[in-house]
């Protein structure tokens, strides 16, 4: 039990006259210092902090809550940051966090159904490490339409130029592809692919 819910088990005690406060308050074990101590409420504590935090809020509405508490505290309110912070959640002034702006990207185009091998590729890199723990990338080159792996190139460290080789490579042993699908990573934004 509570310290308040012991003082009002004293007081219903009493009431019924079951017991003297003394003898209520052994009962309850509940300390006589702590029977009589007023308890000061938090509703007497400067309620202008609380309204002056609402027209902030107001006022701010990006302002966050140690920005908000900052400045109470500005303007003088004697105001624990704990205290600001409960009054914050309590009043639902929380701010929405604000969602990621997607790219806008061109239609995309939809899958077709593949009637001849060569007409489609798709490329990614992939990467593992050894038993050793040396990481190593590989770079793969597969025509949807058969599912057979066109080239795989592997090596620690892959650059444009290289990629571009093996491309070129790829188009004297087979023919060009159509369309090459690839996934918009980092690997394929760099100036050598683009062009």
């Known amino acids: 039990m509570t ?9 219903w005690l009493r009431e019924v006259k079951v017991a003297s406060e003394r003898l209520a308050c ?3 074990r509940q300390p006589r210092a702590t029977q009589w101590r007023c ?3 938090r509703a007497d504590r400067a309620p202008e902090a609380e309204t002056r935090l609402l027209e902030l809020a107001q006022t ?25 912070e409960r009054l914050y959640r309590q009043h639902g002034l929380s701010i929405r966090r604000r969602r990621r702006r997607r790219l806008v990207r061109e239609v995309r185009n939809p899958l077709l159904q593949l009637i001849r091998p060569g007409r489609c590729g798709s490329m990614d890199f992939m990467g593992d490490s050894l038993a050793d ?10 025509d949807d339409y058969a599912r057979d792996a066109l080239a795989i190139e592997i090596d620690i460290s892959l650059t444009a130029n290289r990629i571009v080789r ?30």
């Open 60 to 84: 701010h509405a990006a302002w966050g809550c140690p920005k908000l508490h900052q400045q109470l505290r500005h303007e003088g309110h004697r105001i624990n940051h704990k205290r600001t």
């Open 26 to 28: 052994r009962i309850v």
């Open 3 to 11: 310290p308040a819910q012991r003082r009002e088990a004293v007081g």
């Open 39 to 41: 308890r000061r409420g």
């Open 133 to 142: 723990c040396r990481a190593y990338r590989t770079f793969n080159v597969i």
């Open 166 to 195: 093996v491309l070129d490579r790829l188009c004297e042993w087979h023919d060009a592809p159509e369309t090459i699908r690839s996934d918009n990573g980092p690997e394929f934004r760099s100036d050598i692919l683009q062009g």
